[in-house]
């Protein structure tokens, strides 16, 4: 009980359960924790041919789901969900580009160590979890959502009119709907491969914005309301041209921005 870094998991990777059964000992466990200093969140994996509703509805803190494609669907429902693929379709040197799809539609990434890869497959997978970590203490998770219909990549984290993040598996531009909101946005570009940033000129709300990446291939796209800066004449500046160009690790380092964090 004092160690924090503890899930339970009922039945993971077995044979199909019984569902009663799973709920039961979630509700043993709660009620034993209750008594307890911590309570560790305790999930199910999402079973073949149980009812999607009836897992949603149950005790369970979490589930995992087990990816058939690298291509998931938008994460919904109230619980944290987990998104594992299946190693066989993590053989070649784009499927790292799965932990962006996944987390940028909602899902926490929950990949074993694999092994016998083809060598550098790894280390993109590995580099690509690290820099999402560094991303989701960066923005503010707690609030966004994701969407596919907002960005146009269809890869997206929202918090309406504050907050974006979208994900670019090909590069080149995309449409963001900014039409709820007013403010100046503060653009930010980063290179999962290699490493580098780039800020760049400022973008408005009140309707769709069209961005050009400045790499060549996937690219990460950040947009966050502009700080308002107060004058004696109570103006604001937009920023002009590219303002700042960074080099960062593919182990990309959150205190290298000035924007809170909030993890969940």
Not at 90 to 106: A, E, H, M
Not at 126 to 137: D, E
Not at 209 to 214: M, Q, R
Not at 229 to 242: F, I
């Amino acid at each position: 009980n004092n160690l924090d870094n503890v899930l339970y998991e009922i039945s993971a990777d077995g044979p199909l359960g019984n569902p009663v059964w799973q709920n039961y000992i979630i509700n043993y466990l709660k009620t034993y924790q209750a008594t307890k200093l911590n309570q560790h969140p305790i999930g199910i994996g999402h079973l073949s041919g149980t009812n999607t509703q009836d897992v949603f509805a149950g005790p369970a803190d979490w589930i995992t789901f087990y990816g058939a494609d690298l291509n998931p669907p938008l994460a919904a429902g109230a619980k944290v969900l987990f998104l594992e693929a299946n190693p066989s379709l993590l053989g070649d040197g784009s499927s790292y580009q799965s932990i962006w799809k996944y987390f940028t539609r909602g899902f926490n990434v929950f990949d074993r160590e694999l092994d016998s890869l083809t060598p550098g497959i790894s280390d993109r997978l590995h580099g690509a979890i690290t820099q999402s970590l560094a991303y989701s203490q960066m923005l503010n998770l707690a609030a966004m959502l994701p969407s596919d219909i907002i960005c146009s990549s269809s890869y997206c984290l929202v918090k309406p009119s504050a907050e974006y993040l979208a994900y670019l598996p090909l590069g080149g531009r995309v449409v963001i709907d900014l039409s709820t909101a007013q403010q100046n946005f503060l653009v930010n570009w980063f290179n999962p491969i290699t490493g580098q940033t780039v800020s760049s000129n400022t973008v408005s709300g009140g309707g769709q914005v069209t961005l050009n990446s400045p790499f060549n291939g996937e690219a990460l796209l950040h947009l966050k309301i502009q700080p308002q800066t107060l004058t004696s004449a109570s103006t604001t500046t937009n920023t002009s041209g590219t303002s700042n160009v960074t080099t960062l690790s593919t182990s990309y380092s959150a205190s290298t921005t000035s924007t809170g964090s909030k993890k969940t």
